[in-house]
């Protein structure tokens, strides 16, 4: 494999194309006209814009990316991650194309994108599921039932897609049919599929999901957990790795559960096994994701593990690089995904231009990124700006590192979820790990987020006294603001 075509954009696109210099291979970047100068078109070795700025005209056209893949005689597509990545017409018309594709088959693509083929699959297996049916509902009568059965609060959830499109939760029988419709009603406008199913509701649960890697010689095994139970609107903010709460056997039991959902479709390349977790850390299978996650780079930090090197290797039909013996938790590694999104307005998006963008730098620090200063944030796709990552000794550690990083970033022109991860940070609930997938509705208000900045501006100008050789013992948001120029939350 010589060549690869990337057929995504920014942050990822260009994490993929650094592994694949690294590798000597050369890459190609697709680009839609509103990505023209995006870092990820001038890093790659060649470029095509493949159309307009919406992604169903550009990024989406199956057709169109395999025609640049034959003309520039492209060995292989890494899909990263969103767009075409869990696309199995996608991944079967590379494979009718002399292509390869960077990720599992095509079958393997199409049970696990269904979330009751991907229960029908691991069922036999030894994996725990979560009570409530393996098929579509057909009977709304019968349904009710069986929620009752089971007993309330119930969830009704899409089979198709995710990120909490189609999801209901039900508290009592009286509410279960409007909330069906419902169900039923987003679930077709979002994937054109308005197949539900019903399960137990676990409360209190944490979102832990387990890295693992398959190759065509049989082997799988998995790269331990990572714990992303910091959402708003069912998708994820803060992730770290490992978990704060599970012990070395729950570890290995979620890891060889986690290997058996692999076996069941044969799996080959990087996936992720996700489980929900009780207060009783009790878990049980979610579903899988057929590609490489937004946040792998914690699992690389724990354990030194290239996983995009890994995927191309496996795809070149080379087997795993290690064994699952030889793989240790190297310290602790916690990510934010930073969004141009204002947190004191429900994490609405909030587009515009980047007056002033600086990364921060240091020891276990790694920022995946696709901007500079200067450019737009376009309103066509996931308002995702960067990955800000630190690796510590010891989950302190990462806290504290991470801690400082937020401070250094320095964006300017956009709203971003920095301050809400600044909050997050300094939270007691995370910094002893007692939280679950409810943190945001727990504790989180915008008021809370003016409280966490006028703590961090106290600190920083209480360091600006001391390299002055002054001491103070408290400083007014008055005087915070005459010693510094705030915006954004960040000191210019």
Not at 19 to 31: D, N, P
Not at 177 to 196: I, N, P, R, Y
Not at 410 to 433: D, M, Q, R, W, Y
Request: hydrophobic residues 40%.
């Amino acid at each position: 494999m010589k060549k690869i075509l990337i057929a995504n954009r920014g942050e990822i696109a260009l994490r993929v194309m650094r592994t694949c210099k690294q590798m000597g291979i050369s890459t190609v970047a697709i680009y839609s006209e509103a990505d023209r100068n995006s870092p990820h078109v001038r890093f790659a070795d060649e470029a095509v814009c493949v159309g307009a700025a919406a992604s169903k005209e550009s990024y989406l056209k199956i057709d169109t990316i395999i025609e640049v893949c034959k003309s520039l005689h492209v060995d292989g597509v890494h899909p990263g991650y969103g767009f075409l990545s869990e696309n199995a017409v996608f991944a079967k018309a590379c494979k009718d194309n002399g292509i390869t594709f960077i990720g599992p088959s095509v079958e393997a693509i199409e049970i696990m994108g269904s979330k009751l083929a991907a229960k029908q699959a691991v069922s036999k297996f030894d994996v725990p599921l979560v009570p409530g049916t393996d098929q579509p509902i057909a009977d709304i009568n019968e349904a009710k039932n069986l929620a009752e059965a089971i007993g309330f609060p119930i969830l009704i959830k899409a089979s198709a897609g995710g990120g909490g499109k189609g999801m209901r939760i039900v508290n009592n029988v009286e509410e279960f049919e409007e909330q069906m419709k419902l169900a039923v009603s987003e679930a077709t406008s979002a994937f054109g599929d308005g197949s539900v199913f019903i399960e137990k509701f676990v409360t209190s649960p944490r979102h832990i999901e387990i890295q693992i890697l398959g190759d065509t010689h049989g082997n799988i095994v998995h790269l331990f957990e990572r714990d992303c139970s910091v959402q708003r609107r069912h998708q994820k903010v803060v992730e770290e790795a490992p978990s704060a709460v599970l012990t070395p056997a729950l570890r290995k039991q979620m890891g060889e559960a986690a290997v058996q959902v692999a076996k069941s479709v044969n799996y080959i390349g990087a996936g992720t096994v996700e489980f929900i977790v009780n207060a009783n850390l009790d878990f049980y299978f979610l579903e899988m994701n057929t590609r490489l996650q937004v946040e792998h780079p914690v699992t690389e930090m724990i354990t030194g593990i290239d996983l995009v090197k890994e995927q191309i290797n496996i795809a070149r039909g080379e087997k795993i690089s290690f064994g699952q013996d030889d793989l240790k938790i190297q310290g602790h590694a916690i990510e934010l995904r930073v969004y141009a999104e204002d947190p004191e307005n429900n994490f609405l998006p909030d587009i515009g231009k980047l007056e002033a963008y600086q990364i921060p730098k240091g020891e276990g620090i790694r920022v995946d990124d696709g901007f500079d200063e200067g450019m737009d944030i376009p309103i066509y796709y996931d308002p995702m700006i960067a990955k800000l990552i630190a690796h510590g000794s010891n989950r302190k550690d990462a806290i504290e590192k991470l801690k400082k990083a937020i401070i250094d970033y320095n964006i300017v022109g956009v709203k971003t979820t920095l301050p809400f991860g600044e909050f997050v940070l300094h939270h007691s609930a995370f910094t002893t790990g007692n939280f679950d997938t409810k943190f945001v509705d727990n504790y989180y208000h915008p008021s809370k987020i003016n409280k966490t900045e006028l703590a961090l501006a106290t600190l920083i100008v209480a360091k600006l006294f001391e390299e002055k050789g002054q001491t103070f013992e408290h400083v007014s948001e008055g005087n915070i603001k005459n010693e510094t120029n705030w915006k954004n939350n960040r000191m210019e």
